[in-house]
T-cell receptor, first 111, second 113 residues
Framework: EDKVVQSPLSLVVHEGDTVTLNCSYE??????LLWYKQEKKAPTFLFML????IEKKSGRLSSILDKKELFSILNITATQTGDSAVYLC???????????FGTGTLLAVQP | NAGVTQTPKFRVLKTGQSMTLLCAQD?????MYWYRQDPGMGLRLIHY???????AKGEVPDGYNVSRLKKQNFLLGLESAAPSQTSVYFC????????????FGPGTRLTVT
């Protein structure tokens, strides 16, 4: 069965801290892994990863994929209160060739 | 451009009532999706459509029906609402074969009492 597991479920940090969010998966027909940020409303796209070991970076956010060990991490450095959100990991592929979402990690950044 | 819009934004139904959620897009995307999001469950796919006039079941289709009569609109219907359908519903659109470019609507919060 295709599945995506994110950890931790929730996290509280202080501004300036660095956080690492985890996403592990089991999926047939892997095509890509995606990270989304969801604030109060709709998820917004952050990164897409298809190859192992290649880091994607956008400002203070970065992500990397390990296809051998079947996981990805999302790092956020020097966190700000505006980083508070649910971070969703999703796999594209699987038996239905659709997006399969994890349950998300709720990140709260306190001033 | 409005992108992806959803109507209504909020709704409260009584058990057994019916309703239709509308998703509209102006991006000319072929694929459209309906998801539900529940606490601790992530986003789960209800139904999807790969083009006008076509629909298919997703992971949790029971209790829902959909129609895609026009390319820009995707309707989600609840014929007889149940409390288990209390959720936040998101519509998403996608350009063909570019999964990372799923654009989400703002969501509809539905409560069934």
């Amino acid at each position: 069965e295709d599945k995506v597991v994110q950890s931790p479920l929730s996290l509280v940090v202080h501004e300036g801290d660095t956080v690492t969010l985890n996403c592990s998966y089991e999926v047939t027909n892997f095509r890509s892994l995606l990270w989304y940020k969801q604030e109060k409303k709709a998820p917004t796209f952050l990164f897409m990863l298809t190859s192992s070991g290649i880091e994607k970076k956008s400002g203070r956010l970065s992500s990397i994929l390990d296809k051998k060990e079947l996981f990805s991490i999302l790092n956020i450095t020097a966190t700000q209160t505006g980083d508070s959100a649910v971070y969703l990991c999703a796999l594209y592929g699987g038996a239905t060739n659709k997006l399969i979402f994890g349950t998300g990690t709720l990140l709260a950044v306190q001033p | 451009n409005a992108g992806v819009t959803q109507t209504p934004k909020f709704r409260v139904l009584k058990t057994g009532q019916s309703m239709t959620l509308l998703c509209a897009q102006d991006m000319n995307h072929e694929y459209m999706y309906w998801y539900r999001q529940d606490p601790g469950m992530g986003l789960r796919l209800i139904h999807y459509s790969v083009g006008e006039g076509t629909t298919a079941k997703g992971e949790v289709p029971d209790g829902y029906n959909v129609s895609r009569l026009k390319k820009q609109n995707f309707l989600l219907g609840l014929e007889s609402a149940a409390p288990s359908q209390t959720s936040v519903y998101f519509c998403a659109t996608q350009n063909r074969d570019r999964a990372y470019e799923q654009y989400f609507g703002p969501g509809t919060r539905l409560t069934v009492t």
